[in-house]
């Protein structure tokens, strides 16, 4: 007779087995990875670094400040587009408990990169328009900035502390350009123009995430710097 009992010893190696092999299978698929970011970066003059945890605390607002043990993983650093610029994966882990008691952990990740501004400049972000977006704008959960371009308007939602500000940081070429690249979210943070997005940072979209922050930080009329206390003026 069969003896299902007999078996549970067994049942449990295969289960820890398994589990060895997916944490193997990741932590190898994770070198290979780090390996070609490194390959990337010499190629095209970059700085690789394993972890940097100074840029957790770095800028506020999304997708900063939520959950705990909080890294920045696989930086690279150095000049793109004519700009400097530094980029990470950024990763947070959050707790959950079901309605039966049991707990588990989840891991947010985010490709994250920021280019230096010349001055300090208020908020102003400019994230893609999407059907969530939407449907909590319709029902007045969120507040967009519209600016002259309904083009514009329609495929991007703007928020800013000062209307004004978005207005005069997005002239119509910058809208226009966007429009034409349509860039994943993007914020002035203080001295910095920060992008990210859900995911890794992946090294050739991260050439072309350089050249639409570069763009837009081109874009931005010599008055706002001169307000904001600078002059672009050589």
């Not at 944490?23 to 990337?40: P, T």
């Amino acid at each position: 007779m069969f003896d299902l009992a007999s078996f549970f010893p067994v049942f449990i190696v295969l289960g820890v087995l398994a589990v060895i092999g997916v944490g193997v299978g990741a932590f190898v698929l994770d070198r290979r990875r780090r390996e070609r970011l490194m390959e990337f970066a010499t190629a095209r003059g970059w700085v690789y670094a394993g972890e940097d945890p100074r840029l957790v605390e770095q800028w506020p607002g999304d997708p900063f400040g939520r959950g705990e043990r909080r890294r920045a993983r696989n930086v690279l650093t150095g000049q793109e587009s004519g700009r400097a610029f530094t980029a990470f994966d950024y990763s947070y882990v959050t707790r959950s408990t079901d309605s039966k008691g049991n707990s588990s952990t989840t891991t947010h990740r985010f490709g994250v990169c920021a280019v230096p501004l010349p001055a300090y400049l208020g908020r102003v972000q400019v994230s893609p328009e999407d059907l969530f977006t939407r449907a909590a704008g319709a029902v007045g959960l969120t507040r967009d900035i519209d600016l002259e371009s309904e083009a514009f308007n329609r495929a991007f939602r703007v928020r800013a502390d000062n209307p004004k500000l978005a207005s005069d940081v997005l002239p119509p070429k910058t809208m226009e350009y966007l429009l034409s690249e349509r860039p994943e979210a993007f914020r002035t943070c203080g001295t910095h123009l920060l992008s990210w997005h859900t995911g890794r940072i992946d090294p050739a979209e991260l050439v072309r995430t350089c050249a639409v922050l570069s763009r837009v930080i081109s874009g931005i009329p010599a008055f706002v710097w001169k307000d904001h206390g600078y002059d672009p003026r050589p």
